[in-house]
């Protein structure tokens, strides 16, 4: 091309740029490259040292400019002053989430086609946005802009959780989080990346997650794919997988085509990308986010495979060049599929080269290697790498994605260790397990838990003592998390030497030291099963006997059914799970049960679901109601109203001045030493019940087998033993009952039969 022909060239001004990361380096890098195609000179804007920080993004630019896109107002002062001496592009346009004002501000100075800055600072206003697509009559969550902690109680105990704590202007997850209760609120709030600002809480919304993807043509929307999404399970929101085009019926896809492209032109949209995300719910479609760009997770990789053909970004500057523009259909499917191994140092991958090779890879990243620190998954930032794959379907995208990370192999060791001495080393690590059925209770559906373990080292390398715990993230139980806390606090106790005469005094004081230190009650029963398990194997007995309690003996199980499974009529006491809308009906199948029932309604409860329910309960007579309602001030009324049934309170109940309270006010308490921090403050809190003549029950969450063997210590002093948590978890055949195994010194083993410890 001649110096003239360079002059007399349409111009695209770039606003932001490329981001640091690989990902936004591909998209700016791409949207160059076709204006290239075109014949467009290029100009590119962004902050200074993110144009030093991007040398691809330079390097492809024809010029670039220092102007800060995060001022729209100074962007298109800029752009306007840079026209008036001759240099107006012909294309403004951006690739960056938090570049869309900035673009659109540029545009209206310039007289350029683009998007109306105020529909594009209200889709960018998460809240402004669901006020206004709900006032156009799309379905959306109650969502609450709130100032202060105050504000965000206020709203959650005026609607129906669960809720996500969100910033209300993000990116990539950044500071989401899911809570179940009042309880993790000041949690999520702490994670939110500006304490000072404004934030949103809104109601979760459960359903199947889609985004659609697009791209305006003289105005009008035209979805080019709807993607399928995968997610880690809460409380964050980091996605794992994408694949498009999604797996739906046609009638599916027409729907949320066409609501998608109402909502784009009630929202006053008409230009460039586009990305929306929504839900599939029982009740219909549910809205999310709108971005006046493409969609991440590699989707702009993915969409020109699975269309042949498609420029994404050469689509925008044609149209606005009012060139020809053709919309391919899609022929074939890609997937996108994250790298999500445990957090911890890495020490060694395997199998990374032969995935990166694969014919059909279509990009592949990966950013640790050894020595490296994989943080716990939050946002998206977290991820450490991912693969794109294309295939002739949406099913063999996807199965070939999961295959191909599930191919490398992380050895992973949490960072840190005990410091040399007289106390044993120190090793902690996470794994992620998927349950083997899922588990539906009231409030959320369990799919998956990270497994925590502690080891003790002795000098020899041999294990000396060893803990396990569940870690589950629908209870808030944050698994890398727990890990670190305990990994500390294991370091701490073995750096104190040797316990002394009594092991377990000298193991109470430091857990309770760390108690009041602010360490979580899971790190600190993690660490309580090691140390426990080391001082009874050093005294050659069970862990049960060092501890003087009696001899568990057989440990009857409670028959546990999830919401939504099939009553058994075995004559095992049942465990019933409530607190649904289909209270009643599963209450009125209960009618003629030859069996002890256990209600256990989670809290589900109102004073005017009490009222319609307690006919049917009352004719039920019950042998155990457990955490019947959200208010204790009902409590009185409904052991008057169920003279002859135990009332247990669960939730919340996790120190010795709680069970206080529930002996007090119910009459009796399930203990669960996840809650409780162990089994010490649990023999506290369950002698007191003795004591007290309440009812006692001893519960647990999923859990591994060797926590539950550990809990089932207790047995002898609980009047019901809800400890099958483990079915779930592990291979473990479920049955009636099981023994504990104390033939070898420390914690006992499950045993189900003559001599077969499990």
Not at 734 to 752: F, K, M, N, Q, T
Request: proline share 8%.
């Amino acid at each position: 091309m001649s110096p003239a022909s360079r002059t007399c060239a349409p111009e695209l001004l770039l606003v932001g740029g490329g981001g640091a990361m690989t990902l936004s380096v591909d998209v700016a890098v791409q949207a160059l490259d076709q204006a290239h195609a075109r014949g467009l000179r290029t100009h590119v804007t962004n902050t200074a040292d993110t144009l030093a920080a991007t040398p691809a993004v330079t390097a492809a630019a024809g010029t670039t400019s220092a102007v800060d896109f995060g001022d729209p107002a100074a962007t298109a002062h800029w752009a306007a002053a840079r026209a008036s001496t001759g240099e107006h592009p012909a294309v403004v346009f951006g690739v960056r989430e938090m570049a869309q004002e900035a673009v659109a501000a540029a545009a209206d100075a310039l007289g350029l086609p683009g998007n109306p800055p105020e529909a594009v600072r209200r889709i960018r206003t998460k809240d402004a946005c669901r006020r206004a697509l709900a006032a156009a009559g799309f379905r959306q969550p109650a969502v609450r802009l709130c100032a202060d902690e105050a504000e965000a109680r206020a709203f959650l105990s005026s609607s129906t959780g669960p809720w996500v704590v969100k910033p209300r202007d993000g990116m990539d997850s950044a500071g989401v989080r899911r809570i179940s209760g009042a309880e993790e609120l000041a949690g999520a709030l702490a994670e939110l990346p500006d304490r000072a600002a404004a934030f949103l809480v809104e109601e979760f919304v459960e359903g199947a997650e889609f985004s659609v993807e697009g791209v305006f043509v003289d105005g009008r929307p035209h979805v080019l794919a709807i993607t399928a999404k995968e997610k880690l399970d809460p409380p964050y929101f980091v996605e794992i997988g994408h694949v498009l085009p999604a797996d739906l019926p046609d009638d599916t896809r027409r729907r949320i085509e066409d609501t998608v492209t109402r909502a784009l032109t009630a929202l006053g949209l008409s230009f460039g990308l586009f990305h929306v995300e929504l839900w599939l719910t029982a009740d219909g479609i549910v809205l999310g986010e709108v971005h006046a760009r493409i969609g991440g997770g590699w989707i702009h990789r993915m969409l020109p495979h699975a269309l042949p053909g498609l420029e994404l970004y050469g689509t925008v500057y044609d149209d606005v060049l009012r060139r020809p523009v053709r919309l391919p259909a899609p022929a074939r499917a890609a997937a996108t599929r994250y790298f999500a191994p445990p957090p911890g140092r890495v020490t060694a991958v395997e199998g990374w080269e032969e995935v990166r090779d694969h014919p059909a890879v279509l990009h592949a990243e990966l950013r640790v290697a050894p020595g490296d620190v994989i943080p716990s998954y939050r946002c998206g930032a977290d991820r450490v790498g991912a693969v794109v794959v294309g295939a002739p379907t949406a099913a063999e995208a996807r199965e070939l994605a999961r295959r191909l990370v599930e191919s490398v192999t992380f050895t992973v060791e949490a960072p840190g260790a005990a410091p040399a001495g007289t106390g044993p080393r120190v090793f902690v690590t996470v794994e992620r397990r998927p349950l083997t059925s899922s588990f539906q209770i009231s409030h959320m559906t369990i799919e998956a838990v990270d497994i925590v373990r502690l080891r003790l080292l002795s000098p020899d390398g041999t294990t000396a003592g060893e803990g396990e715990i569940a870690a589950d993230s629908g209870y808030g139980q944050d698994g890398p998390a727990i890990a670190a806390e305990a990994d500390a606090l294991a370091r701490t106790l073995a750096a104190a030497g040797a316990p002394g005469h009594d092991p377990v005094a000298a193991l109470r004081a430091g857990l309770e030291k760390a108690h009041a230190d602010g360490v979580s009650a899971p790190a600190r029963m993690l660490a309580e099963m090691a140390f426990l398990d080391r001082a009874a194997r050093l005294a050659g007995v069970p862990v049960w006997r060092l501890l003087g309690l009696p001899e568990p003996g057989r440990v009857r199980l409670l028959h546990t059914v999830p919401i939504g499974e099939e009553i058994p009529r075995d004559g095992r006491p049942l465990k019933i799970k409530l607190g649904g809308p289909d209270d009643e009906e599963v209450l009125r199948s209960l009618a003629g049960v030859d069996a002890p029932l256990i209600l256990d309604a989670n809290r589900g409860w109102d004073r005017q679901d009490w009222e319609r329910l307690r006919p049917l309960v009352t004719a039920l007579a019950p042998a155990v109601l457990e955490d019947p309602v959200r208010d204790p001030a009902l409590l009185p009324a409904i052991r008057a109203a169920l003279p002859g049934t135990a009332v247990l309170l669960d939730e919340g109940i996790a120190t010795p001045a709680d069970a206080e309270f529930a002996v007090r006010a119910a009459g009796g308490l399930n203990v669960k030493l996840m809650r409780f921090g162990g089994i010490l403050p649990a023999l506290t809190a369950l002698t007191t019940a003795t004591e007290r003549g309440a009812a006692r029950m001893l519960g647990c969450f999923l859990e591994p087998p060797r926590a539950i063997a550990y809990a089932a210590q207790l047995a002898g002093l609980s009047d019901w033993s809800d400890l099958d948590g483990h079915f779930w978890v592990s291979d473990d055949p479920a049955v009636p009952g099981y023994v504990l195994d104390s033939s070898e010194p420390g914690i006992p083993r499950i045993s189900y039969a003559k001599g077969g410890p499990a």
